[in-house]
């Protein structure tokens, strides 16, 4: 792991998406359904027990959360969409604006787009995943909570995932991963290095 991962540290948080966050450098958004693990990889990719605030109750994470590596790099924890709690006019503005950030912020380099692998592929994923996709922006997706099946389901799951992403004109990437059990840790940090572009 590049010692820039473990240098992360809380940069603001907001609700409004035209943040104060110069648009610049480079950024790499972690986008997934509510309770799905996003600020959980977080904490595990920084190396950091407590960096992004994580919950068992869904919905924790209800404003974009930067934090920064240096100057120039910036992860951002995005709120976790498809939380029955937040109303539907909420939702819904909270999707219009997540779409507009996507679509604006020059400095994003990729999506991670984080989905329990028992839960995989939720409208919202596929919704994420077809924007993504129409507008070329990198995506990485982590199938987490991997531990919580043995390891040949986990893998076939992969594979089948991978087989339904490869009929899109641009397959995002996709590997296992568990917080947890830090399963897909250094492959998580190979793409993250080439997005920052971090020198090896
Ligand atoms: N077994 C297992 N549990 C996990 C893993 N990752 C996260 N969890 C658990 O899943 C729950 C939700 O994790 P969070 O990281 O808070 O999820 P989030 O996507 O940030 O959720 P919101 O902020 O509500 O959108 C917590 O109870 C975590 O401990 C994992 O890899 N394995
Ligand atoms: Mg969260």
Redesign the pocket.
């Known amino acids: 792991m590049n010692p820039l991962y473990h240098q992360a540290r809380f940069l603001l948080s907001t609700l409004d998406f035209n943040a104060d966050v110069p648009d610049q450098g480079y950024e790499v958004a972690?986008a997934?359904?509510?309770?799905?693990?996003?600020?959980?990889?977080?904490?595990?990719l920084t190396r950091q027990k407590s960096l992004?605030?994580?919950?068992?109750?869904?919905?924790?994470?209800?404003q974009l959360v930067f934090f920064e590596f240096d100057s120039l790099r910036r992860l951002v924890?995005?709120?976790?969409?498809g939380?029955a709690k937040v109303s539907q006019h909420t939702q819904a503005h909270w999707r219009r604006a997540l779409e507009r950030y996507l679509k604006q912020r020059r400095c994003l380099k990729g999506v991670f787009l984080?989905m329990?692998i028992r839960h995989p592929l939720t409208e919202f994923d596929q919704r994420m995943i077809e924007w993504c996709d129409f507008y070329e922006l990198p995506l990485h997706i982590l199938l987490?909570?991997?531990?919580?099946l043995k390891y040949g389901p986990a893998k076939n799951r992969l594979l089948e995932i991978q087989k339904t992403l490869s009929e899109l004109p641009h397959p995002p990437s996709v590997q296992l991963?568990?917080?947890?059990?830090k399963?897909g840790v250094e492959e998580a940090h190979g793409v993250l290095d080439e997005w920052f572009e971090i020198p090896a």
């Not at 987490?144 to 919580?148: F, G, I």
């Not at 991963?177 to 059990?181: G, I, Q, T």
């Open positions: 972690f997934g359904r509510s309770n799905a693990g996003k600020s959980s990889a977080i904490n595990v992004a605030r994580t919950s068992k109750t869904p919905g924790r994470t209800q924890d995005l709120p976790g969409y939380y984080i329990d987490t909570k991997a531990d919580k991963f568990s917080a947890l059990k399963i």
